[in-house]
Nanobody, 120 residues
């Protein structure tokens, strides 16, 4: 079974940092783009950052210069370095990946999310 598992969320004071991670496991042939999305209470899920298999990145405007997305050396993990956090960044952060599996169709997979809470 192919799955994404996030970790590294938590409670931090405004101005602090967190580095959630996401690891893919299972019968994976390759992973194309990986990304982080977030959903705050009462809002829609929105893109935070995405990174291609080649390392190209794209960020939502509100996080540019504060957040950095990277891939693990084995290309099956993704990290989100979050600095200068603000209370407005409080949300559940979800990992997403475009996965090619052996003997099956490509998968657009989501993790279950990790909660990030920024206190003022």
């Amino acid at each position: 079974q192919v799955q994404l598992v996030e970790s590294g969320g938590g409670l931090v004071q405004a101005g602090g940092s967190l580095r959630p991670s996401c690891a893919a496991s299972g019968s994976i042939a390759s992973i194309n783009a990986m990304g982080w999305y977030r959903q705050a209470p009462g809002t829609h899920r929105e893109l935070v950052a995405v990174i291609s298999s080649g390392g190209s990145t794209n960020y939502a405007d509100p996080v540019k210069g504060r957040f950095t997305i990277t891939r693990g050396n084995n290309r099956n993990a993704v990290y989100l370095e979050m600095n200068s956090l603000k209370p407005a960044n409080t949300a559940v952060y979800y990992c997403n990946a475009d996965i090619r599996v052996f003997n099956g169709p490509d998968m657009d997979l989501w993790g279950k999310g990790t909660l990030v809470t920024v206190s003022s």
